[in-house]
């Protein structure tokens, strides 16, 4: 990946300017030849949790795809010189990568969100593509697993023969999750977030207004102030001051 897309590193953390058509392309190849990969959807908060923890950071730079979520950072990719650098949605991403899954016959998985919304968009997406083969879905406790629960969901996985694994555990815990499977699972695991929510209406997304305009965080702050408030507070202001630095140091080397 690395030689076909050059990365860009945004506040120390590696983002590749890619697409939606490319990342599927991507993910598809290496699902078809059973590599163990795991993709990150970057938004700004993982940005600035990265900046904050070095150990964090060295998880999102080992991935094997980083993509840009969020409009701030594709944004900067632009001005960083990535003129044609555009965002790739997790939410978005998701159908693209099932609906190529099911025309090339990979088996996928579904890692994360309660049972009722796992339930729900399992049933969602099999209707949606019918020649979707679903071979592997598991709701996980909202604690860390014990080892022996980790090594028996690890081997369930494995024997499912699942090639894109959808992890959706939130933030920074999906990353942290397939870091630590990745070699040990034969899959591309790809962290999406909130999608299961948002795909199944069990949360509501933002205007495509507000997001193309840089302004999702805004919604989401209003739809769930009590869980995003300190996220948003305190990461959203200090990402303009230091993204802007960055900038401008660029501009200054590039003169």
């Known amino acids: 990946m690395e030689g076909d897309i050059p990365a860009v590193y945004i506040l120390g953390t ?13 993910i598809a190849g290496w699902a078809a030849h059973n590599l163990s990969k795991y993709v990150c959807v970057a938004t700004v908060s993982q940005v600035m949790e990265g900046f904050d923890e070095p150990s964090f950071q060295a998880v999102m730079n080992r991935a094997d795809l980083v993509t840009p979520d969020g409009m701030p950072l594709v944004w900067a990719l632009r001005l960083l ?18 609906e190529q899954a099911a025309a090339d016959g ?30 592997y879905a598991f709701s996980p406790p909202f604690r860390p697993l014990t080892q022996a629960e980790d090594l028996q969901v ?16 939130g933030n920074p815990a999906q990353e942290l999750w397939m870091a630590a499977h990745k070699g040990k699972i034969p899959a591309v695991m790809i962290g999406v977030g909130a999608a299961f929510d948002f795909l199944t209406g069990t949360k509501r997304q933002a205007p495509r207004w507000m997001m193309g305009i840089g302004l999702e965080w805004l919604f989401r702050l209003a739809t769930e102030p009590r869980r ?28």
């Open 154 to 169: 690890t081997q369930e996985i494995v024997e499912s023969g699942v090639r894109i694994l959808f992890v959706a555990i």
């Open 81 to 98: 010189g990535c003129k044609g650098a555009t965002r790739v949605y997790g939410p978005d991403l998701t159908p693209i990568v099932l």
């Open 228 to 255: 995003l408030w300190k996220r948003y507070l305190k990461h959203n202001p200090r990402f303009v001051v230091l993204i802007s630095l960055q900038l401008l140091r660029h501009r200054m080397t590039c003169r």
């Open 14 to 26: 590696r983002v590749h300017p890619t697409s939606y058509d490319e990342a599927t392309a991507v």
């Open 106 to 135: 990979l088996s996928v998985g579904f890692y994360g969100g309660s049972p009722e919304v796992l339930s729900k968009f399992v049933q969602t997406t099999t209707a949606q593509f019918p020649k979707l083969k679903v071979s």
